[in-house]
């Protein structure tokens, strides 16, 4: 495997590790599990700080939206594998965005 595609993996699961932290911290403290239903709270500030939390937890909402979709209402494959792609390449956006900080930081070397 070459550095470069070992760099994305890494990425990819940095970024579905970190989407599942912060939804399960959100569901401890809130006793509701996340979505983006958070942004349909009209004009106020906490629907302002939903958006940088959604912005890194979307990868596991994603997921977990479309595989309870594939149980429940058996979805198309299409739609579920597009799904997929999608949650993955948001997900080794913000691994890759969150690694960049770690390094910017000096936590990684």
């Known amino acids: 495997m070459s550095p470069e595609a070992l760099n994305s993996l890494f990425s990819i699961l940095i970024g579905f590790a970190f989407a599942g932290a912060l939804v399960s ?64 390449f948001w997900s080794m956006m913000s691994g890759t965005f969150f690694l960049m900080t770690l390094r910017a930081t000096g936590v990684l070397g």
Do not use: D, S, W, Y
Not at 30 to 52: I, S
Not at 64 to 69: C, D, E, K, S, V
Not at 70 to 76: D, V
């Open 25 to 88: 911290g959100f569901q401890v403290f809130a006793t509701r599990p996340a979505g983006f239903g958070l942004l349909q709270q009209g004009v106020a500030p906490k629907t302002f700080a939903a958006v940088p939390f959604l912005v890194f937890a979307a990868p596991f909402i994603i997921m977990r939206n479309t595989l309870r979709g594939a149980r429940l209402e058996n979805r198309r494959f299409e739609f579920v594998m597009m799904a997929t792609i999608i949650a993955g």
